[in-house]
């Protein structure tokens, strides 16, 4: 069965530190992909990242960073100077593949972020 | 953003009765999905499609049914609804080698 893991529910750090959020996952596919996506306040799902298993690369976009580490089955998300707007639920997710071809993605149960000044 | 519109946006219904929820998607996608956001257990899948009536259950499919006569539109209905269906629903479209976008989500309340 798949699982995903994010082992803190809330963190709250003052503006301008640099914050991880933490993702462990467990699935016996070989080929899957990995998700992260934010919650704001308002509600809506804004798809953030999609990490296919094959690609161990870490990324960087803007002020924010993922790591990738299949041997611990960890995908790491990292954002550096952290800013109020960044305030939100944050989701990582595991998909595994279903009939037709679709992916069906397993959250994990999300970590609250709080950005203080 | 990708074209996902979801009605309506919030429902008051009492227990015992039928609802239907709607998902609309001008993208031209062959996947369609259903979740719930519950607190502590982040989004579960109900039922998706990947295909004009073709469809399959996913792990809190009880008591949801779906139905897909066009492309476009997903729609998931509650036969006769619950207070634990009381929920936050998300339509999503994507999937296979697309990336997964969410539409903005259904407040269902059931008193």
């Known amino acids: 069965a798949q699982k995903v893991t994010q082992a803190q529910t809330e963190i709250s750090v003052v503006e301008k530190e640099d914050v991880t959020l933490d993702c462990v996952y467990e699935?016996?596919?070989?080929?899957?992909?990995l998700f992260w996506y934010k919650q704001p306040p308002s509600g809506e799902l804004v798809f953030l990242i999609r990490r296919n298993s094959f690609d161990e690369q870490n990324e960087i976009s803007g002020r924010y960073s993922w790591n990738f580490q299949k041997s611990t089955s960890s995908f790491n998300f990292t954002i550096t100077a952290s800013q109020v707007v960044d305030s939100a639920v944050y989701f990582c997710?595991?998909?595994?593949?279903?009939?037709?071809?679709?992916?069906?993605?397993?959250f994990g149960t999300g970590t609250q972020l709080k950005v203080e000044l | 953003d990708a074209g996902i519109t979801q009605s309506p946006r919030h429902k008051v219904t009492e227990t015992g009765t039928p609802v239907t929820l709607r998902c609309h998607q001008t993208?031209?996608?062959?996947?369609m999905y259903w979740y719930r956001q519950d607190p502590g257990h982040g989004l579960r899948l109900i039922h998706y499609s990947y295909g004009v009536k073709d469809t399959d259950k996913g792990e809190v499919s009880d008591g949801y049914s779906v139905s897909r006569s066009k492309t476009e539109d997903f729609l998931l209905t509650l036969e006769s609804a619950t207070s634990s269906q009381t929920s936050v629903y998300f339509c999503?479209?994507?999937?296979?080698?697309?990336?997964?976008?969410f539409g903005s989500g259904t407040q269902l309340s059931v008193l």
């Open positions: 999503a479209i994507g999937g296979g080698r697309e990336k997964l976008f």
């Open positions: 997710a595991l998909s595994q593949w279903v009939t037709g071809g679709g992916n069906k993605l397993t």
């Open positions: 993208e031209n996608h062959r996947y």
């Open positions: 699935t016996r596919d070989t080929t899957y992909y």
